[in-house]
């Protein structure tokens, strides 16, 4: 367990690492950011920062030696990066877990092993293979790069065997995973965090409203029966449990209509804080950001309480240009990122408002 005043290393300089921070400040931890970028958000709230390149192993040496831990805000650490960071001092969550969530064909086999389902899928390596998976699975399907995919990029939809198979050249013919599309009723997700000592605690359920694959707006609680949601927890900790996992991840699912009820089909995992649970900073007592802070420093987990019903929408582009208007809307919290140009689709801020009733 790491004395107050110890400094947590975070790797990755966005709203994330950002957010973290914060939290870490609120219980009285010093934060260390590293990010190759010299104008990262996330260095505005920080105590110390490293700007250098994720390949820098000299950099990467010095940055661990000057931590007490390190933790990451993203799941796209080079596995290199990871291995000198681990050989200088603890990383949590363990870098193996990104080995099974960098990966979609991976991931999908580890959750399909813990007897969770997922959508059917087949692995792509060729057209021909393309052609073929999408005949044995059936259209529409979604085509998607194992790799490097996140907010809808890697990803085409398919209506065709032949389109599955001019969608791997446009994809870049780099190895893929084809997906049956899945007719689900919503999209939802449990933001669950791990101790050391093995203790899970997860937020409620949150349902979750995409635009052009990328997140708009989170309503908590989800629009689901209590069985459901215990069902959703469960898978979350099924997976943190078992991936041996310290800090907070996320489990996206699809709740698909099954005769009168509903059941959860899992679609990815974020081995990292998630947007689908900003909510938690202002809707809740202790947010996601500081059970991640906990857990990686070795403290106990918070039993979080909601504060009623909560909703968080995205601040995407330009959107933010409006975020005045916010400012005094009964029950918003406003949150800005500082991220400079506003470009469509990027992640500028979000707002959180405690609803009525
Ligand atoms: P992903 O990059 O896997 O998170 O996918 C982004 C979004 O695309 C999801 O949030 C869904 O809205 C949609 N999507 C992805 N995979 C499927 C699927 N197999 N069936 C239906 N919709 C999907």
């Known amino acids: 367990m790491l004395k107050p005043e110890s400094t947590i290393g975070i790797l990755g300089g966005g709203q994330l690492g950002r957010m973290l921070a914060m939290a870490a400040a609120r219980l009285?931890?010093?934060?260390?950011?590293?990010?190759?970028?010299?104008?990262?958000?996330?260095?505005?709230?920080?105590?110390?920062?490293t700007v250098a390149a994720y390949d820098d192993e000299a950099a990467l040496a010095r940055f661990a030696e000057a931590v007490d831990v390190v933790t990451y805000e993203f799941e796209n650490v080079?596995?290199?990066?990871?291995?000198?960071?681990?050989a200088h001092r603890e990383v949590q969550p363990d870098p193996q877990v990104l080995a099974k969530t960098q990966d979609r064909l991976i991931e999908k086999q580890a959750i399909a092993a813990l007897g969770i389902a997922t959508a059917p899928?087949?692995?792509v390596d060729s057209a021909i293979e393309a052609f073929a998976a999408a005949a044995a699975l059936g259209v529409p399907a979604v085509l998607k790069t194992r790799r490097l995919g996140y907010d809808g990029k890697g990803q085409r939809m398919i209506g065709s065997a032949d389109e599955a198979a001019m969608a791997f050249a446009a994809l870049g013919e780099v190895p893929c995973?084809?997906?049956?599309?899945v007719r689900f009723e919503r999209?939802?997700?449990v933001v669950a965090a791990r101790g050391v000592d093995g203790t899970v605690a997860c937020f409620d359920l949150t349902e979750n409203e995409h635009r052009d694959h990328i997140l708009r707006?989170?309503?908590?609680?989800?629009?689901a029966s209590a069985a459901l949601e215990q069902e959703a927890q469960r898978i979350a900790e099924r997976i943190a449990t078992a991936f041996d996992y310290v800090g907070v991840l996320a489990v996206e699912m699809f709740a698909v209509r099954d005769g009168a009820g509903e059941i959860l089909v899992v679609n990815e995992i974020a081995p990292r804080v998630h947007n689908s649970g900003h909510w938690t900073i202002d809707g809740a007592t202790v947010s996601q950001f500081e059970q991640h802070i906990r857990a990686v420093a070795g403290w106990p987990l918070g039993q979080p309480v909601r504060h009623g019903r909560v909703e968080m929408l995205n601040l995407i582009g330009s959107e933010v240009n409006d975020a005045a208007r916010w400012l005094t809307a009964p029950g918003?919290?406003?949150?800005?990122?500082?991220?400079?140009?506003?470009?469509?689709?990027?992640?500028?801020?979000?707002i959180t408002r405690i609803l009525p009733g």
Request: with cysteine; aromatic share 8%.
């Open 121 to 123: 899928f087949r692995p």
């Open 177 to 181: 995973i084809l997906e049956g599309f």
């Open 78 to 86: 080079p596995a290199q990066t990871a291995a000198v960071l681990a």
């Open 217 to 223: 707006r989170s309503i908590v609680p989800a629009t």
């Open 332 to 350: 918003a919290c406003v949150h800005l990122y500082r991220k400079g140009e506003a470009r469509p689709g990027r992640k500028m801020g979000h």
């Open 187 to 189: 999209e939802v997700s």
């Open 28 to 49: 009285g931890l010093r934060c260390h950011i590293y990010s190759p970028e010299a104008d990262s958000c996330a260095f505005d709230v920080a105590d110390a920062v």
